[in-house]
């Protein structure tokens, strides 16, 4: 059965540096997702993306956070500089069509440790 | 906010008893969604109940939804030990979703 799949599984980073995270989505899908989920909250939307641009992004979702494609098959977050407040689990997500009329598949998360 | 609120927080039952959990949403929603959680792993889709949809089945889960109460029920019927996890319901407005704090079922063998 098709996957989502994220790389790091766990990232340890200082404070002020850059990360990139990385997601595989299930290769049919047409719309990728970010969201973040800190230890014993809600899981929290950033950003959706389809069609090589932002969809729709949260308040959380500010200037030093970025998304890509690079190629077919990935999609990244990037964080520039990370902040001791971004220790987070980032989930990657995928859906065939818009979010609203499907479901999204999770990957199993990237565990990011700001020190 | 539509996020969905889970009620209760938390449920303990035994091996084989039916365990039910509730969502409480505050605005229209297109579908909502339910998801599993194992301690520190991924979020695994359950099930999708549409806005025009009463109920659905999945195996031993079966999902309402009252769109007048906005509100929806979780009944996992017959519970193993492997169902112990948390259960998030997530309500979908265009591309978002958006999830509650969850419910944390333990099944006790």
């Known amino acids: 059965e098709p996957e989502v799949t994220q790389t790091p599984s766990h990232q340890v980073t200082q404070m002020g540096q850059e990360v990139i995270l990385r997601c595989v989505p299930i290769?049919?899908?047409?719309?990728f997702y970010w969201y973040r989920q800190i230890l014993g909250q809600k899981v929290e939307f950033l950003v959706s993306?389809?069609?090589?641009?932002?969809?729709?992004k949260s308040e959380i979702f500010d200037d030093q956070f970025s998304v890509e494609r690079p190629d077919g098959s990935n999609f990244t977050l990037k964080i520039r500089s990370t902040k001791l407040e971004d220790s987070a689990m980032y989930f990657c997500?995928?859906?065939?069509?818009?979010?609203?009329?499907?479901?999204?598949?999770f990957g199993p998360g990237t565990r990011l440790t700001v020190l | 906010s539509q996020q969905g609120e889970e009620d209760p927080q938390a449920l303990s039952i035994q091996e084989g008893e039916n365990a039910t959990m509730n969502c409480s949403y505050k605005?229209?929603?297109?579908?909502l969604q339910w998801y599993r959680q194992n301690s520190g792993r991924g979020l695994v889709h359950l099930i999708l109940?549409?806005?025009?949809?009463r109920e659905k089945h999945s195996g031993r889960l079966r999902v309402t939804l009252d769109t007048s109460k906005k509100s929806s029920s979780l009944l996992i019927t017959a519970s193993r030990a492997a169902d112990t996890a948390s259960y998030f319901c997530?309500?979908?407005?265009?591309?978002?979703?958006?999830f509650g704090a969850g419910t944390t079922v333990t099944v006790r063998a």
């Open positions: 997500a995928s859906s065939g069509t818009p979010g609203s009329t499907d479901t999204q598949y």
């Open positions: 290769s049919n899908h047409l719309y």
């Open positions: 993306f389809y069609n090589n641009e932002i969809s729709e």
């Open positions: 605005t229209s929603i297109n579908n």
């Open positions: 109940i549409r806005s025009n949809e």
């Open positions: 997530a309500t979908t407005n265009d591309y978002k979703l958006s």
